[in-house]
């Protein structure tokens, strides 16, 4: 999550894929989507027509320029993916975790992470063994504007929301990614997850943090960052 707050800062419309060997010698993937980069129309699918098609839709622009990032990355067919997504970024990771020709199709989601994300009405694909994480501040606007209850899955092992409560005063502190998009420098999501949920005593939290074991204490073998942009009608 702080990469994803980190990519914010420096550009606008790009992602980052990760190639990560895991302890048991097995290379895995963590692809992650930063939020909303434009309170406007531009010309690439992190902007506010990408977030009113994403929260509506399960196909976006955003999501079909991911797929493509990751084809060229060369991730193989089968392989497993954690999609780590902030705001927009959650909901696009679960609109592919929720398709199946994406999760069991082409690819095999084993983790999704969503920090200030409204995914509530949002579900993984059929059959799936998805683990879902969604990390919400309580005074954080973006994550109630899908109108539904953050808990209306309740806890499991499967899915699981952690809530906290800081309110600094302004929107962009509440929504930040890290401390570095943070408008006074206060803790970000990225600070919360990697400060509270190591210690929590939420069972269920535990097995999740336990289960990122091969994408966490892997190595990076490989980073790349990729541009995303809008086709042009008909492309």
């Known amino acids: ?27 895995r993937y963590i692809v992650e989507l930063p939020g909303v980069q434009a309170w406007s129309l531009v010309d690439h699918p992190q902007d506010v027509g990408g977030a009113v098609s994403s929260e509506q839709l399960q196909s976006s622009a955003y999501t079909r320029a991911i797929r493509k990032a990751m084809e060229q990355a060369g991730i193989p067919e089968g392989a497993d993916v954690m999609l780590v997504g902030h705001s927009l970024g959650g909901i696009a990771a679960m609109d592919l975790a929720g398709d199946p020709s994406f999760n069991g199709g082409k690819y095999n989601v084993t983790h999704v992470m969503t920090a200030g994300s409204p995914i509530s009405t949002k579900e993984v694909a059929p059959g799936a063994q998805t683990r879902v994480l969604s990390v919400e501040n309580t005074h954080d606007i973006v994550t109630h504007v899908d109108g539904q209850d953050s808990m209306r899955y309740g806890q499991s092992e499967r899915r699981m929301t952690y809530q906290f409560s800081d309110n600094y005063g302004s929107f962009g502190a509440n929504h930040a990614a890290n401390r570095e998009e943070s408008v006074k420098g206060h803790r970000g999501y990225a600070e919360h997850i990697r400060d509270d949920l ?5 069972p269920y939290l535990r097995s999740y943090v336990d289960s990122t074991t091969p994408y966490l204490r892997g190595t990076v073998t490989d980073t790349k960052i990729y541009s995303l942009r809008d086709n042009p009608p008909g492309a």
């Open 1 to 27: 999550m702080d990469n994803v707050g980190k990519i914010s800062r420096e550009a606008d419309g790009h992602i980052a894929i990760q190639t990560v060997v895991g302890p048991d010698g097995k290379p």
């Open 198 to 202: 190591k210690n929590s005593p939420n």
